[in-house]
């Protein structure tokens, strides 16, 4: 929603503007001018990214117009989940969970947690760093490089529409150039015209350069840096697994484990230790 908002502010601002300026808003209207600039742009997108990178795009383009997928309620959730598996673990013993991390869906344990349930990538991360803590002899400096590791995988594929979406944000003004050379070309080749006409003509190739700036800094380039920020979020995510998960296996009670946890998450999604602990006796 904010997208669109956002959107909406650049266009009223910039033609709102220029027509309170006095400007004539038919003399913007040069879809020539946009073909040129989104063709070369789409051109360039095809050329510089392989299948797999455009369709990571695809994938991920629709997202920004959601909410975050990792709201304070989420964390609150994981972290709640987290305890109640590291409680039954020091209760009962490690293998007491084998058949939860096997077959998530139709545990009793996970049903309470809809939220991360409904988390593909959040619930497979859970559950395989449990699974390795059930049927492994890994050690938390082995199981903490492995976890590093992944989440760098993780922010690399993640990296991959939002640095080619950026690119092509940089690449907008310069396509918007060529679009106002081609109209000065145009221009130069019928200077037998009437100055009236050529100031026009002239008129229409600056357009371009003003259409290839306004996508890029109002349009494109902005989508890169909400995706930049859609990554931070997911990542953290990994980052409060990771950490609860070291801290029990370096002899920490659950209840400490899940408060390191919380320590790593943003401010604006960290719950205070009361309302975690609220949280967690509820769910209980």
């Given at each position: 929603m904010l997208v669109i908002v956002g959107y909406l502010v650049v266009v009223a601002s910039v033609f709102g503007g220029f027509a309170l300026a006095g400007g004539h808003m038919a003399a913007l209207l040069q879809p020539v001018e946009l073909l040129m600039i989104g063709g070369a742009g789409a051109g360039a997108l095809l050329v510089g990214n392989t299948g797999k990178a455009l369709h990571a795009i695809v994938r991920t383009l629709p997202s920004v117009l959601k909410g975050s997928s990792y709201a304070k309620a989420v964390f609150m959730e994981l972290m709640a989940l987290l305890y109640d598996i590291l409680v039954k673990v020091r209760k009962e013993g490690l293998m007491t969970i084998e058949d939860d991390v096997e077959n998530p869906a139709q545990s009793p344990l996970?049903?309470?947690?809809?939220?991360?349930?409904?988390?593909?990538?959040?619930?497979?991360?859970?559950?395989?760093?449990?699974?390795?803590?059930?049927?492994?002899?890994?050690?938390?400096?082995?199981?903490?490089?492995?976890?590093?590791?992944?989440?760098?995988?993780?922010?690399?594929?993640?990296?991959?529409?939002?640095?080619?979406?950026?690119?092509?944000?940089?690449?907008?003004?310069?396509?918007?150039?060529?679009?106002?050379?081609?109209?000065?070309?145009?221009?130069?080749?019928?200077?037998?015209?009437?100055?009236?006409?050529?100031?026009?003509?002239?008129?229409?190739?600056?357009?371009?350069?003003?259409?290839?700036?306004?996508?890029?800094y109002g349009f494109v380039s902005p989508l890169a840096a909400r995706l930049e920020q859609r990554l931070g979020e997911s990542g953290k995510m990994f980052e409060c697994i990771k950490v609860t998960l070291l801290a029990s296996l370096n002899g920490y009670s659950p209840a400490l484990a899940v408060e390191f946890g919380r320590k790593v998450l943003y401010t604006t999604e960290r719950p205070t230790f009361q309302e975690l602990e609220q949280h967690v006796k509820k769910k209980a």
């Open positions: 996970f049903a309470h947690y809809p939220l991360v349930l409904a988390d593909s990538h959040m619930l497979e991360f859970v559950t395989d760093y449990l699974r390795l803590m059930v049927g492994g002899n890994l050690n938390a400096f082995e199981i903490e490089n492995l976890m590093d590791n992944e989440i760098e995988t993780h922010h690399q594929e993640g990296q991959v529409p939002i640095q080619s979406i950026a690119k092509i944000g940089d690449a907008m003004p310069a396509f918007g150039i060529v679009a106002a050379v081609m109209g000065v070309v145009h221009t130069m080749s019928s200077v037998g015209l009437p100055p009236a006409e050529l100031g026009i003509l002239i008129a229409h190739a600056l357009v371009g350069t003003f259409l290839g700036i306004l996508i890029s």
